[in-house]
């Protein structure tokens, strides 16, 4: 009988140990999806019973959570006036619509389960309470980011305008402001009243100007004029000079076909000859399309691509969409692309590191929105260190557009009073048909005062089909300088 | 007289009681520092409570271990640490979970941890009263019909009784009384596992008894069938009448096991595959309740707002839990329906975590291993069945109730032995402690020197034991 009580002991063993290879399974193996699951309630209790960290900018606090006595115990708010221009950076983090912006790509340090707060989880968990969350301090300037903000909802007097706002420092890639226009209140989305925060979300998403997306990062579109920077480096790179002759015509042939391209308006560049420069100042399109043999398709793609114009999304700690050529065919849509109509695209971010690249002696550094992540006690545990993202163009050849932008600026009617400004605008028509309104663009910088800017303006009341770069865009990137020189620096 | 004492205190160390003392002050000390964790994350301060519940837990078991002395001074030292040890950990996620209780509804909050202290209690007195009332194990051998008979009575009674004596959520396997309910099948189970051992030791030339030899295989007189037959339908009709896999999978595996240990016939093993197939296909296609557990088994996160929502949250409890465990206190196991009962695995796994489950697992397999070994070294057949059966028994429901939690086996809704929050599971298995140990005395015990001469001299021999029983 012996033999089998043996055996049946070892049928005991295998079944204890079938349990343990299971349980080692389950909570080894399956462990992560089954806590990832949307339906498993305890991370989201969890999250919402540690204090979240606080998302600030320059000392103002624009997300924290203070305690609330409704099902959960911690509050999220956006405190006011700040919320509304900061959220489509901030996003929001709601019980019943999950979370966006910073609050979803940050969420793990926010919610302190991010592997760089171990230790402070470790003093939580030797002291007895529950960890808090880390803090985001970003780039943000708040007196660049209001100027921007209130100047795209003040537009041209009527109404607010669809468009956005990205400024930078080119020495260090901080983003100092990212303004997006129609946006929205945060607090709407995080309120405790559940019908009112769903026809806040209701109404939200249902908005054609699109107020949950973040246009200065989300948003590509064709560049126009503003990417005649990148095609005139190209051009200069290829042997032109500011004072290379061009042609003064009205129209050009475009090549591989019979279609006329006309510069803005039909307007002439002079007529006859004229200077490269001056081409560049009146943002004629004629000698650019005509460049476009002498610079070749591979040197166009290759400076576009070290302008940041390469398609991928620069890594901002948020979600965020590339500049590039997109597709290029035939020799037609080459010359287009040279005067970024084609099939090119650009986020006003990657607009705003084209013309820093400039400013910066031709460096082009990666954009970077985050300043600092912070322990609860305010130590810093991880410190944005700029980093050069490569050698756009070389120093002489930034000099040189930096003089040719300088002229574009004297055309364009703008100024600050006292300060030298380099610019370029840009009018990119899109659809068609008379009828269409067309995307506005002024990309801008300060020589020698480490600032610079983009505008994309895509609709809203008075703008017409009339309106360019120079009427709307541009004064909107002046006052944004403006309040960054004096407020900033 | 004097005789009788020295036969004790030699009894205190070749019975290993001083290895008990130790290990139950071991158990004490875990159980204690367990308690107290507890209370430090949930009440952030460690208060009078905590201290009438660990005084009530030491004072059981030195009760338990007062009357093992006295009554079985020669039985396996690590069967009750084991117990009291799985009893405590029980004790404290129970506590836990009431801690958790209150703080969600303080008004209604009922204290099951004083009830379960309060079934220690009863549990450790019927394991008392056996020891006492039992003081050779081969007694039993004599009521095998009596007692297999009284078994079924009591598995019998709810499916006669109406549903509201009878039925707890959907399982018709109680016995609701005024004041108290018991699941009878706790008990039955303990009886028919008496009763198989002794109709097996007395008819057990009958079913070593060669048959045809088909394939190699000795095939079993027909007539010799109608054990295996009997505890088929006994759990077919488990299941038909009393909706209860559990207990019906656990009768039909210990039963097949102690025939196959009784005759060593593979055979029996290969006869009692067909019939559990044959049983579990025609309880698949007939009964909805079936079909529905192999639903959710196979995919509980698809029946999420249905079947599967109980075990989807034990299968989150057990993955928050992660390796470590999310500390006791700490979890949130109260997420999960029946946490202190059927559940109770997935609340040890999120709080304790892998390691903490694995460490439970570890303490049935020494309580298994040890009754395996009582089963190996007495000399009686009878006893060895026994023995046999009662391990295998705590085996196959810890295998059913952790392998549904963990998502194994489909659900069947068993009690984990010794932990789960329930009176008849714990009181069943004080008893079946105490006849394990009764059984282990018997292997235990030294010859008396004055008796050797007198023994035959195989008897007497180191290897008696084995040949005696084979």
């Not at chain 1, 109404?159 to 260090?172: D, E, H, I, N, Y």
């Not at chain 2, 979890?331 to 609340?347: K, L, M, Y």
Request: aromatic residues 8%.
């Amino acid at each position: 009988m012996n033999r089998a009580i043996r055996r049946v002991s070892v049928a005991a063993m295998v079944m204890v140990v079938a349990l343990m290879l299971q349980l080692t399974n389950v909570q080894v193996f399956q462990a992560n999806s089954l806590k990832q699951d949307p339906r498993n309630s305890r991370m989201l209790l969890d999250e919402f019973s540690r204090q979240r960290g606080q998302i600030t900018a320059d000392g103002q606090v624009l997300a924290v959570s203070t305690p609330a006595d409704g099902l959960v115990p911690w509050q999220r708010s956006y405190p006011d006036p700040d919320s509304v221009p900061f959220a489509p950076v901030v996003g929001y983090y709601s019980l019943q619509y999950a979370t966006a912006g910073l609050e979803q790509t940050q969420d793990s340090f926010l919610n302190g389960s991010d592997d760089r707060l171990w230790s402070e989880r470790l003093r939580g968990f030797l002291s007895g309470r529950t960890p808090q969350g880390g803090n985001v301090d970003l780039t943000l300037e708040p007196a660049g980011q209001h100027a921007a903000y209130d100047a795209l909802q003040r537009g041209v007097g009527q109404g607010p305008l669809t468009g956005s706002v990205a400024a930078v420092r080119p020495s260090t890639g901080e983003i100092l402001s990212l303004a997006s226009s129609p946006s929205f209140n945060p607090n709407d989305l995080t309120s405790g009243d559940d019908a009112s925060r769903s026809a806040a979300m209701e109404q939200l998403s249902s908005d054609p100007g699109q107020p949950l997306l973040n246009h200065a990062t989300q948003v590509s579109l064709p560049p126009g004029s503003i990417m005649k920077v990148i095609t005139a480096a190209a051009a200069l790179e290829s042997g032109m000079t500011p004072n290379s002759p061009v042609s003064g015509a009205n129209n050009t042939l475009l090549p591989g076909t019979s279609t006329y391209l006309e510069n803005y308006a039909g307007s002439t560049c002079g007529g006859g000859t004229t200077t490269f420069m001056n081409a560049f100042a009146l943002s004629c399109n004629v000698p650019f399309v005509e460049s476009a043999p002498t610079i070749g398709q591979e040197k166009f793609a290759d400076v576009a691509s070290r302008f940041g114009f390469d398609g991928n999304a620069p890594d901002i700690g948020m979600p965020a969409t590339g500049s590039g050529l997109g597709t290029i065919g035939d020799d037609a849509q080459f010359a287009m692309s040279t005067i970024g109509q084609s099939d090119v695209r650009a986020t006003t971010l990657g607009a705003a590191m084209m013309a820093a690249s400039v400013s910066n002696n031709g460096m082009r550094m990666k954009p970077q929105l985050i300043r600092r992540l912070q322990a609860p006690n305010l130590s810093t545990v991880e410190e944005m260190k700029p980093e050069e993202a490569g050698e756009a163009v070389s120093p002489e050849i930034a000099s040189t557009l930096t003089d040719m932008m300088k002229a574009s600026e004297a055309h364009s009617g703008g100024g600050i009073p006292g300060v030298e400004i380099a610019s370029k605008t840009g009018t990119a028509e899109h659809g068609e048909g008379d009828s269409s309104v067309p995307y506005t663009w002024y990309i801008a910088f300060v020589p020698g005062r480490d600032v610079a800017v983009a505008v994309c303006i895509e609709s809203g009341p008075g703008i017409t089909s009339d309106t360019v770069g120079a009427t709307v865009a541009g004064p909107i990137g002046r006052e944004v300088l403006g309040a960054l020189l004096g407020g900033g620096q | 007289m004097l005789d009788s004492i020295r036969q004790r205190r030699q009894a205190g160390n070749e019975g290993g009681r001083w290895s008990e003392i130790g290990l139950l002050l071991f158990a004490v000390i875990i159980v204690g520092f367990a308690a107290a964790v507890t209370m430090m994350s949930l009440e952030q301060s460690i208060t009078v409570d905590l201290l009438w519940l660990l005084a009530g837990y030491f004072g059981l078991l030195a009760i338990a271990h007062a009357a093992v002395r006295i009554f079985a001074p020669y039985s396996d030292p690590y069967l009750l640490p084991c117990a009291a040890l799985l009893n405590g950990i029980g004790l404290v996620v129970i506590y836990r979970l009431d801690l958790a209780e209150q703080a969600m509804d303080p008004e209604n909050a009922s204290f099951d941890v004083v009830r379960q202290l309060m079934w220690t209690l009863l549990g450790i007195v019927a394991m008392v009263v056996t020891l006492i009332a039992l003081r050779d194990h081969r007694i039993l051998a004599k009521f095998g019909y009596t007692l297999g008979f009284a078994g079924l009575v009591l598995l019998a009674i709810p499916t006669i009784l109406p549903s509201r004596f009878s039925e707890i959520n959907g399982a018709k396997n109680w016995i609701l009384l005024p004041g108290f309910s018991i699941q009878p099948g706790e008990f039955s189970k303990i009886l028919l596992i008496i009763s198989m051992a002794a109709i097996l030791v007395s008819k057990r030339s009958l079913f070593a008894t060669a048959g045809k030899r088909v394939f190699g295989l000795d095939l079993p007189r027909a007539r010799d069938l109608g054990p295996v037959l009997l505890a088929w339908m006994l759990s077919l009709v488990v299941l038909v009448f009393n909706s209860d896999l559990g207990t019906s999978l656990l009768i039909f595996a210990t039963v097949l096991t102690m025939i196959y240990t009784a005759t060593e016939k593979v055979s029996w093993l290969l006869i009692g595959v067909v019939l559990f197939a044959i049983g579990a296909t025609f309880a698949y296609f007939t009964f909805g309740h079936v079909r529905v557990r192999v639903e959710t088994w196979i995919d509980p996160l698809g029946f999420y707002d249905g079947t599967g929502y109980q075990l989807s949250q034990g299968l989150f409890g057990l993955a928050t839990g992660g390796v470590g465990g999310t500390g006791l206190g700490n979890g949130r196991p109260q997420q999960v329906p029946f946490a202190n009962t059927d559940f109770i695995t997935a609340s040890i796994g999120e709080e304790l975590g892998l390691i903490g489950l694995i460490a439970v697992m570890l303490v049935y397999a020494i309580f298994i291993m040890r009754s395996i070994r009582i089963a190996l070294s007495v000399r009686d057949s009878f006893g060895k069945l026994l023995a046999t059966g009662l391990a295998f028994t705590i085996a196959v429901q810890l295998f059913v109730v952790v392998g549904g939690v963990s998502r194994l086996i489909p659900m069947t809704g068993l009690t984990m032995p010794f932990v789960a929050y329930g009176g008849s599971s714990l009181l069943a298995n004080y008893i079946i402690l105490a006849i394990l140990l009764r059984i282990s005395n018997e292997a235990r015990t030294p010859t008396p020197a004055v008796a050797s001469p007198a023994m035959p001299p195989a008897a007497a021999s180191p290897g008696a034991g084995r040949r005696a029983g084979a």
